[in-house]
């Protein structure tokens, strides 16, 4: 009987947290420094501090460094992408590999070490051709709808606004309310 009775207390609570977590489904969660560009030169290029998922990439994909980026330029760029991941020189991206080849990208940018995104076949290895159809379908997103380039311009995303921070506390969420302390110091010091 009481083991009935805590299956059903724990049922019912997994239940109210599924409930709230449905309701905040709908947010687009960041994290933090997505996006961000981390090299200079590229920021100076781009005249941004934050690109687009993936828009690193494209960037240096632009050879003529006209600010945009064709599909000769794109055709030439992914396989000199995929070897630059390669590591081991086997054919073959690892989740490892393109972790580590998504670190090295002028932006940071998880959307790209994401080893689910270059994998659809689940089979814990991505090939020239994987590679390429999600780069390909990346580029189609960002495509100018007239010529069909990549404009480096459009590449821009906007500074994520935080609940409350540049509004003002009125407008912060409840949580955030209460987690603030009037002449709370900032100080970590003794």
Partial sequence: ??????????????????????????????????????????????????????????????????????????????PAAFEQADINEDGYLTALEQQDWARSLPTRDDSLANPFRFDPNLDRRVDIGEFTLVINNLGQDYADETSGEIIIADLKAPRPEREG?????????????????????RSFSH
Avoid: W, Y
């Fill in 1 to 78: 009987m009481i083991r009935s009775f805590s299956l059903a207390v724990l049922a019912a609570a997994c239940l109210s947290v599924a409930a709230h977590a449905q309701a905040d489904e709908d947010e687009l969660l960041r994290l933090p420094g997505q996006g961000e560009v981390r090299d200079d030169a590229l920021r100076q290029r781009a005249q941004a501090d934050r690109l687009k998922p993936g828009a690193g990439l494209f960037i240096t994909f632009d050879a003529d460094s006209n600010g945009r980026i064709s599909r000769s330029e794109i055709d030439a760029g992914i």
């Fill in 165 to 185: 921070r540049d509004r003002g506390d009125e407008t912060a969420s409840p949580q955030r309310q209460n987690r603030q302390r009037p002449n709370a110091s």
